[in-house]
């Protein structure tokens, strides 16, 4: 029976209890500095969506003594997650009195046994068996790694119940019967070093691909473009290029334009390929060479065109090349090459490639019959063998793609980049998307993520994603998240995270609620962050946190002591008393920018593009007036900032501005500097406003000049404007050289403003 009769009522020192053991706050603070509670309506939604239903304060009871007991259930953690050169400990809960033997598989083979150290933890009962809890040291000197945590265990007697998760093993030594436990064990960095091919300092540059296009795209920027504008801008002595989230995309029509909503994290959009630069199209028949260049005629006009980019008529024409190319076929050793890589990506890369041919054949998931909604059902193995040429087809979409970016990284670094590619990592994925069809156990049902009230969005924002389940996630070893960012960083020198507060927590809205009704979700970020820091060494890459927003500073500076550079953009960095923060205080672990994705080019923020957006689209809560006012008394104080350091004199151009607020932000002590290519070419349009949808061509704005001219990847070499950017950047680091290298920002200090990711 449900007691619950009022939803707004304030939640029980009970369900609170509950909540908290599950890793569910109880209290956050809001955007006016006041400590908030959730309610009880919403923590019981919430603790549904982690399984846990409760309806009285009796089920209640229940459910602590449930989640009290549960690590007692079993012997071994599943997944046991530490770091290296850190010597520690492995908990083991057994029948009281038993013996445990305990020992360390290393992924290369190599065993090493455990010690067992003194634990005086009082044994518990738990279903009405007494257990108790043994200590093992996990020396400071285990390599980095994945491995396995083996415990045998003896019990002292046979009606002794075994520990979850355990299967018998023959009796050794004429002990009673042994019961064997595996757990798996990441090892990880204690702290992600910088390559030393970076010196001291670096910087690069910022895009949008899908913007940044040339003669020879197909209507969108593609990995040839991305391979060029490498090259290019590793000879002006940049050490990366960042670029827009990656992530797939549905494989039919409409086309989801933000790239932050992708139907999966771990594969790659195939609108980005070149056509052409697939090997064998070198072998076509005259005829079947025809039908590519015929469906690059369709779109190849748009790419002289500044109105916003069709995705859907981009993927149409690139299908259809795609698809003749495909159906030529391969040589011997091409076709060894796709299977060898069909291999190492798994089961992973096939469901992926099952639900694009049945999205393709059914169209959207929501569309699908009952029959197919389950990835494991003898139906969806029926659909698969019926479509195997489309599953073919689209895991091969995904082998040439990862080759295309492979020579990308390869030319990036062969010009002297030291990072080369920067890939960004989206914080979600699109409820419908293959994702979660794929693997909907490792997503909580019943809830989407987004973000309380801010002084930006005074009703929250809901970004309509599911979150990972934080215990289907330690269950499985985390392999979700590991095989994520393992491909992402297959072709990368450096991984940008976005929103990695999400590492720590999420704030998670139940299905019916506004975004104001939400609760945080805390997740395991000590585990969370090693598995990424694991992958990103495996990979010798760079990993920067986007920590912009509502983030308190224990988790930056915990960031920075594992080696995780922050985000920090010039526009927010600001003193108690509002004004400009001087560079000397901007934190060394950052990467630095003048300018971020979600806020007009710089040249456009000067203008006050942000203020007139916002009014003409409705979404200004303040008079215009007033923000006009706010803007103006923050671009002063700006440019008396830059006045004050000698960077600017009277009078001065907009480009003259723009530059000096990049020399500004290089004399920051900064590790990473980064420019926006749209503030090298004068662009003043955004690529994106925060809380709108179709009110605003978001994410689809191609490359262009501060007239509305298109700006295409072949002339950039003779821009004046973005050579004279470039060169005042690398001026400016060179004659600091390394004395820029010491500060960090005061303790406390908070940045950054709220902003959407969707």
Same mark, same amino acid.
């Given at each position: ?13 009970? %369900?609170?209890?509950? *909540? ?50 549960? $690590? ?22 057994? $029948? ?54 083996? /415990? ?16 018998? *093993? ?16 990441? =090892? ?23 913007? @940044? ?13 991305? @391979? ?24 039919? /029509? ?88 069909? /291999? ?85 994925? #699109? ?15 019943? =809830? ?42 297959? #072709? ?6 976005? #929103? ?5 927590? %999420? ?26 820091? &694991? ?29 995780? %550079? ?43 593009? #942000? ?100 700006? &295409?990847?072949?002339?950039? $070499? ?41």
């Amino acid at each position: 029976m449900n007691e619950f009769n009022d939803d707004l009522l304030p939640a029980s020192e009970s %369900l609170k209890q509950l *909540a908290e053991a599950h890793g569910v706050s109880t209290e956050y603070w809001d955007y006016h500095g006041n400590l908030a509670s959730p309610s009880s309506a919403t923590l019981r939604a919430v603790l549904a969506a982690l399984g846990v239903s409760i309806n009285s304060e009796e089920e209640i009871g229940r459910a602590l003594r449930e989640v009290e007991d549960a $690590p007692w259930r079993q012997a071994l953690a599943p997944t046991i997650v530490t770091r290296g050169g850190v010597e520690s400990t492995v908990p083991v809960y057994v $029948p009281d009195g038993a013996k445990v033997r305990v020992r360390v598989e290393l992924e290369n083979g190599d065993v090493r046994e455990l010690t067992q150290t003194e634990d005086w933890t009082v044994p518990r009962e738990v279903d009405g068996v007494k257990r108790g809890r043994a200590s093992f040291i996990l020396g400071a000197d285990l390599p980095l790694g994945w491995h396995r945590i083996i /415990a045998e265990v003896s019990p002292g007697s046979t009606d002794q119940a075994a520990p979850q998760g355990a299967h018998a *093993a023959p009796p050794a030594d004429g002990e009673a019967e042994t019961i064997t436990v595996t757990s798996a064990l990441a =090892v990880t960095p204690n702290h992600l070093d910088l390559p030393e091919s970076l010196g001291d300092r670096g910087w690069g540059v910022m895009t949008q691909l899908y913007s @940044t296009r040339s003669r020879g795209s197909w209507g969108t920027g593609d990995t040839d473009d991305l @391979t060029e504008l490498a090259a290019f801008l590793g000879d002006q002595g940049a050490d990366f290029l960042l670029i827009n989230p990656l992530h797939a995309a549905e494989p039919v /029509a409409p086309m989801t334009h933000s790239p932050y909503l992708p139907v999966t994290r771990r594969f790659v959009n195939p609108l980005y390929i070149r056509p052409e630069n697939i090997p064998e199209v070198a072998r076509l028949s005259g005829p079947k060479r025809s039908l590519v260049q015929w469906a690059f005629e369709e779109v190849k006009d748009s790419d002289l065109s500044a109105e916003p980019i069709d995705r859907d008529a981009v993927w149409k024409a690139k299908r259809e090349a795609l698809e003749v190319i495909f159906a030529a076929g391969r040589s011997y050793s091409r076709q060894r090459d796709f299977e060898r890589f069909r /291999a190492e990506q798994g089961e992973g890369l096939e469901r992926f490639a099952l639900w694009s041919a049945l999205v393709e054949k059914h169209g959207p998931l929501q569309s699908w019959p009952a029959t197919l909604r389950e990835a494991d059902s003898a139906y969806v193995a029926n659909e698969a063998h019926q479509l195997a040429e489309r599953i073919d087809f689209f895991a091969w979409l995904q082998w040439i793609v990862d080759e295309q970016l492979a020579r990308a990284q390869a030319e990036a670094l062969a010009s002297g980049m030291a990072l080369g590619i920067m890939d960004d990592l989206a914080v979600g994925v #699109h409820s419908q998307g293959a994702d979660v069809w794929s693997n909907p156990e490792a997503f909580a049902s019943g =809830v989407t993520v987004g973000a309380p009230p801010d002084m930006y969005n005074q009703q929250g924002q809901n970004w309509s994603q599911p979150p990972w389940n934080p215990e289907y996630l330690a269950r499985s070893a985390y392999a979700p998240l590991r095989d994520m960012v393992r491909t992402v960083l297959r #072709h990368a020198g450096a991984l940008r995270v976005d #929103h990695i507060i999400g590492l720590f927590r %999420l704030w998670w809205i139940p299905e019916g609620m506004g975004a104001d009704h939400g609760a945080y979700v805390r997740y395991d970020h000590e585990a969370m962050l090693g598995v990424v820091l &694991l992958e990103a060494h495996r990979a010798g890459a760079v990993v920067i946190g986007e920590d912009l927003g509502t983030v308190e500073p224990w988790a930056r500076d915990y960031l920075a002591s594992r080696g995780v %550079l922050g985000t920090s953009v010039l526009w927010f960095e600001k003193q108690h008393d509002g004004w400009p923060l001087q560079p000397q205080d901007y934190r060394r672990l950052a990467l630095s920018t003048v300018n971020t994705h979600d806020l007009p080019p710089t040249a456009g923020y000067l203008a006050d593009e #942000h203020v007139d957006l916002r009014e003409r689209l409705g979404l200004l809560t303040e008079p215009v007036e007033q923000v006009r006012t706010e803007a103006r008394i923050e671009r002063d104080r700006m440019t008396s900032r830059l006045r004050e350091h000698g960077l600017l004199g009277d009078a001065p151009t907009e480009r003259q501005v723009v530059e000096a607020l990049h020399r500004y932000v290089v004399r920051t002590p900064s590790v990473l500097v980064g420019v926006a290519l749209v503030d090298g070419v004068g662009e003043r349009r955004a690529q994106n406003q925060p809380g709108t949808d179709q009110e605003y061509p978001n994410w689809r704005i191609p490359l262009a000049d501060g007239a509305g001219e298109v700006v &295409l990847v072949d002339d950039l $070499p003779e821009n004046a404007r973005l050579g004279s950017l470039l060169s005042v950047v690398r001026d400016e680091m060179a004659s600091l050289g390394t004395d820029a290298t010491t500060g960090s920002a005061p303790t406390g200090l908070q940045t950054g403003l709220r902003r959407a990711t969707c």
